[in-house]
């Protein structure tokens, strides 16, 4: 299953400290589903404000972007413009 | 899709045209914000506070609304008084609250410079008069400036709602610390037990301005039917429509927003200060109202970056290998929470494969301009310290500066302290480049010296919408929605010029409005030839098809039976029959006949653009008598992937540079003097 790394302290309020997780999504979008079910609130921030790394690939609002079986899925802040 | 960066045979990608908005700009046909004007419009000036903090107890506008030729007065009570709600827009993350007391201050103005009443009148000298009849009764209220003074306890609190993010347990008093974040890999006592050698250091950033060109300016007029359009001058034109709908409550439906050309943004314009108020004045006045800052407004209330104090421990062994990394970065927010204190954090360390990383950031508000994006936000503050200090750690060791960078360069596979695992990067070979540069052998002279810094931005795709059409005489036009502030309208061209397989004479690119091309994010985090780009390159290929379809319609065969070669259609094989080839501009004189007119519009969110790294090496003497510091020699080299069109490259890496030395030589933001 892929495994989801919070690195940052702003998603690790949501999850109690948890900093690694296994989801059973295989897209983006669905992995923000499940996230919200586990730790209510966690989808949502991620949705809104965060960008999602596959495998050192980084992804900003690509919900149906595919989840491979075993990738690790990092979740950084949105990178913002300049 | 056609992949540029992988291609070989280009013909137009990586070539120097002249540029297509050249000649306007240096004849002065060119239409800046400051340049356009309606017909009957009115003059906006903006009254600003002449207090760092203080409470506004009373705003008397009546003087100035009875003054003749005053068409329209406003303050924050002609605006929705809106609730806090984080977003992401424009430059980042933001609140609509923040961004609307920022607009125009209500209860408290929090910075010197703060808007704190508008006016239109018939005349500039007439709006003036108005400015000067406004009565506001302050309270004043102590203010703070530098950002360790605001973290302090006892410091005056700016607003008695925040309270710090980030910290268990949650804080029961207010705090100008808006937000504290902290990233760590591996240990970082273990790190440091481990090291031969251990340099450290505090350094100080000045707030410096980006110091576009052209000042803040637009006009704004809004209909009787509450039509609106803003003529402005942007890094967005999307992200002006955004703000202005939430900030004042209006439909998006029922706001256009036309592009002018930008004299610079650097990142300071992907956030409103002006649209909102020249619509509003629009509302009341029932006429076009333009609002120009001036070059001291830009200064006093448009963001700069931010200032920082960031300190730095690091530690190696003796044979170089960086086995502890930890910082603290202290950001001004200014007055309101949002430095770029979170790429600070990612960016500080990013160029090394170290085990165990430890920084910590605040976000930190004081009596200042809210801080605007500049180039690579947040990254300059922290790589800057990051590398005095591998600096020291090279000259305790005793080795060259750029053999400590190869030696823990971040590669393909390094885990990062945000918690990503690069791919395939180009750090390494950025600092090959350096070190086989004749700069770094060059002898130097009395009083010379030279350094070295090299550092990391992310680059990002997002959404963008371009369109391409092929006029009646085979000519083709372009459409994007990414204001064009460093190139972008010759890069679209001479992408679709190479996709086509026509000279890129032959492309006219333009800036869509918001009503005629659909959504783009803002011109910035270096996004705009990838991203836009990719539209416009899927657009083409549309393009190309529907041409096949039209040769094949000409010539009574299959769509399949047909190619597109050198910019035209030619039979696929010697079964397609022998036509000869059909050029775009026969095909297009026949579209009529054929279908009707050629052309489409992708929109994309694009996604997998590749991280940039760059390295500058810089000589300088100094004068020891008088600390006159001159440049001698720079040389930069940065990763860019294929360069599109390698003058704007360049141009973009010269200017970079520039601000560089600016930010470390000359500029600051000095108050109280």
Known sequence: MPKVVISGSTCREFTGGISEIEVTADTIGRMVRELDQRFPGLGHHVAEFMAVAIDGVIFQDAHSEKLPENAEIVLIPKIGAG | MTYIGNKSDLRVVGTRPDRPDGVEKVTGRAVYGADFRLAGQLTGRI?????????????????AKALPGVKAVMTAEDLPNITSEEAFVGEGP???????????????????????????????????????????????????????????????ILDENLFTAGVDPKPTTPSNIAKKIILKSGDIDAGFAKADVIAEGRYVTAAVH???????????TIGADGQA???????????????????????????????????GGFGGKTIVYLEPVALKLSQISGKPV??????????????????????????????????AAQAVLKYQAGAFPGSPVQPGLMCAFAMYDIANVHVTGYDVISNRAKV??????????????????????ARQLGMDAITIREKNA???????????????????????????????????????????????????????????????????????????????????????????GIPVDNVRPIIGDTASIGFTNVTGGSRVTYATGMATVQATEKVIEQLKQRAAMIWDISPDAVDWKDGQAVPAGANAGGFDPLSLAAIAAKAGKTGGPIGSEVSVNAQGAGPGFGAHICDVEVDRETGQTTI?????????????????????????????????LNEEYIYGA
Not at chain 2, 290 to 309: N, Q, Y
Not at chain 2, 472 to 478: A, I, M, N, T, W
């Open chain 2, 632 to 664: 001698i020699r720079y040389t930069a080299i940065q990763d860019v992937g294929r360069a599109i069109h390698p003058s704007y490259v360049e141009g973009q890496i010269q200017g970079g540079a520039v601000q560089g030395i600016g930010w470390a």
């Open chain 2, 47 to 63: 009254l600003r506070s002449p207090h760092a903090h203080a409470r506004i107890i009373k705003i008397d506008t009546s003087k």
């Open chain 2, 94 to 156: 933001t609140n609509f609250r923040d961004q609307s007391l920022n607009v125009m201050a209500r209860g408290k103005v929090l910075y010197e410079g703060h808007a704190v009443a508008a006016v239109a009148a018939m005349s500039p000298s007439i709006a003036e008069a108005a400015l000067a009849l406004i009565e506001v009764t302050y309270e004043v209220l102590p203010h703070v400036i530098d950002v360790e003074e605001a973290m302090a306890p006892g410091a005056p």
């Open chain 2, 410 to 500: 971040a590669k393909a596979g390094t885990k990062t302290v945000y918690g990503v695992t690069f791919p395939e990067i180009g750090y390494e070979a950025v600092l090959a480049a350096a070190k086989s540069h004749a700069h770094w052998k060059a002898p130097l002279g009395k009083n010379q010296g030279r350094g070295i810094a090299t550092g990391f931005w992310f680059n990002i795709g997002g959404e963008s919408s371009a369109s391409v059409f092929v006029n009646e005489d085979g000519s083709v036009s372009v459409v994007s929605g990414s204001p064009d502030i460093g190139g972008s309208r010759a890069s679209m061209a001479m992408m679709a010029a190479e996709v086509l």
């Open chain 2, 372 to 393: 605007a994006a500049y180039r690579a936000p947040g990254a300059p503050i922290s790589s800057y310290a990051a590398e005095q200090v591998v600096d020291d750690l």
């Open chain 2, 229 to 263: 359009t803003v003529y402005a001058s942007s890094q967005g034109h999307f992200m002006i429509r955004s703000f202005c709908a939430k900030l004042l409550g209006m439909e998006i439906s029922n706001i256009r927003v036309i592009p002018l050309e930008i004299g």
């Open chain 2, 290 to 323: 333009k609002l120009v800052m001036t070059r001291e407004e830009v200064f006093r209330a448009s963001g700069p970056t931010s200032g920082a104090v960031v300190e730095v421990k690091m530690g190696a062994m003796k044979d170089g290998t960086i086995v």
């Open chain 2, 210 to 220: 980006q110091a576009y060109i052209e000042p803040h300016a637009c006009v704004a």
